[in-house]
């Protein structure tokens, strides 16, 4: 019999991230989609969204936040 170690991930939703990278945005401020997906990928290299999934998280993310959006991930 052997036992298994899980490997230790921090839990939490890619919103989660997302929020935590935009929560010193200030009113006005320009959210880049692609650093935005960077940063979650980076962090968190376990979540399993896609970078449209993504999009439209930071979207609606930037929109509640009163945030502008760069949508710079496609060039």
Known sequence: ???ARWAIRPVGTARDFLASELRNARYGDIV???AAIEAVRREAPFLQ???DELTEKIVDLARERR???LFDSRG
């Open 67 to 69: 945030l502008a959006v």
């Open 1 to 3: 019999m052997s036992i």
């Open 32 to 34: 880049s989609i692609k």
């Open 49 to 51: 969204d896609t970078d």
